[in-house]
C-alpha cells in the first residue's frame, strides 16, 4: 500500500509556510474530484495532487489563511501558493534509548581543533 500519511509544506507568496499532515481522509477528496487514483495520479498530475491534497489537508485540519467571510476557497488559495513540498516526517524519538537521545555529552558534535 502507498504511503497514506504525509506531511505538507506549503509556501506562500509572503514567504511564510506552515506545515501540514494530509491522510486518506485528504486523498480520498483529491481522488473523488480528479476522477483518478492516488497512484496514477503520482504519475500524471503530481502537482495538482500535491496542492490539492495540502490544500483538502489545510482546510480539515483549520489551518488555512483567514478571509474576510466563509472559507478561503481552492482558487483563492492557489493563487497564494508558490509551492507544496512533500516533507519528510521524523521518527519518534525514545527517551529510554541512548541512541535516540538529545541529551548529554554523547549528542554534542565534536569540533575539529
Excluded: C
Excluded at 55 to 71: E, H, I, N
Excluded at 87 to 108: C, I, L
Amino acid at each position: 500500500m502507498a504511503i497514506t500519511r504525509q506531511t505538507y509544506r506549503v509556501w506562500y507568496d509572503d514567504d511564510s509556510f506552515v506545515d501540514v499532515r494530509g491522510d486518506q481522509r485528504d486523498i480520498a477528496a483529491f481522488e473523488r474530484a480528479a476522477g483518478v487514483g492516488i497512484k496514477k495520479a503520482q504519475d500524471t498530475m503530481t502537482v495538482v495532487a500535491l496542492r490539492h491534497i495540502a490544500y483538502r489537508a489545510l482546510l480539515r485540519t483549520g489551518k488555512l489563511p483567514p478571509v474576510a467571510k466563509g472559507v478561503m476557497s481552492p482558487e483563492q488559495w492557489d493563487a497564494l501558493v508558490i509551492e507544496v513540498e512533500p516533507v519528510a516526517d521524523e521518527e519518534p524519538v525514545d527517551p529510554t534509548n541512548e541512541a535516540d537521545s538529545t541529551t548529554g555529552p554523547s549528542a554534542s558534535p565534536s569540533t575539529p581543533d
